[in-house]
T-cell receptor
Framework: AQKVTQAQTEISVVEKEDVTLDCVYE???????LFWYKQPPSGELVFLIR??????QNEISGRYSWNFQKSTSSFNFTITASQVVDSAVYFC?????????????FGGGTRVLVKP | DARVTQTPRHKVTEMGQEVTMRCQPI?????VFWYRQTMMQGLELLAY????????DSGMPKDRFSAEMPDATLATLKIQPSEPRDSAVYFC??????????FGNGTRLTVT
């Protein structure tokens, strides 16, 4: 069975601090996809990134960066120089089998509060 | 910018009433998912379809929940009869094999 664990339930930082969100996953599949979604206070779920299990290159997009380490089954997410607009709940997710558009197993989410 | 559209955004109903939630997936997406979000359980998969065929509805309470896709542009989730424990946010999402899931804004259901 697949499982995603986000051990941090809530992180509070002051604006401009960096914040790293941990994600650890379990799967028996050799091919899978990992995702991060953002849920701002307005409630919608916004797709941030998708990574397949064969691509362990880290990725940077603006102030966001992701560190995928297959050896430790982790897919961590860092927000650099956080801003108040980054306040949200962030979900890590795993999709089974080989399809990116397949069903997702979500972690419990990490609430990030960025204070001015 | 294509979006998944869910209606209604909010629904308040009394216990025992029927609730129908609707979802219009993104054109060209062939998979549709229903998720439920609660504080206690987080995001749970209720059911999903591929090419309009139901693939898995094991997450749904079968006696009161039903999910259908009458056509490629409409997915429905019904609860009959509704109970207070069904209060949650219900998300619809659509995708394709080569794309991530895109979520609608959700239907916030309150059953009193």
């Amino acid at each position: 069975a697949q499982k995603v664990t986000q051990a941090q339930t809530e992180i509070s930082v002051v604006e401009k601090e960096d914040v790293t969100l941990d994600c650890v996953y379990e799967t028996r599949d050799t091919t899978y996809y990992l995702f991060w979604y953002k849920q701002p206070p307005s409630g919608e779920l916004v797709f941030l990134i998708r990574r397949n299990s064969f691509d362990e290159q880290n990725e940077i997009s603006g102030r966001y960066s992701w560190n995928f380490q297959k050896s430790t089954s982790s897919f961590n997410f860092t927000i650099t120089a956080s801003q108040v607009v980054d306040s949200a709940v962030y979900f890590c997710a795993l999709s089974e089998n080989k399809a990116a558009g397949n069903k997702l197993t979500f972690g419990g989410g990490t609430r990030v509060l960025v204070k001015p | 910018d294509a979006r998944v559209t869910q209606t209604p955004r909010h629904k308040v109903t009394e216990m025992g009433q029927e609730v129908t939630m609707r979802c219009q997936p993104i054109l060209g997406h062939n998979t549709v998912f229903w998720y439920r979000q609660t504080m206690m359980q987080g995001l749970e998969l209720l059911a999903y379809f591929r090419n309009r065929a139901p693939l898995d509805d094991s997450g749904m309470p079968k006696d009161r929940f039903s999910a259908e896709m009458p056509d490629a542009t409409l997915a429905t989730l019904k609860i009959q009869p509704s109970e207070p424990r069904d209060s949650a946010v219900y998300f619809c999402a659509s995708g394709r094999w080569d794309s991530p899931l895109h979520f609608g804004n959700g239907t916030r259901l309150t059953v009193t």
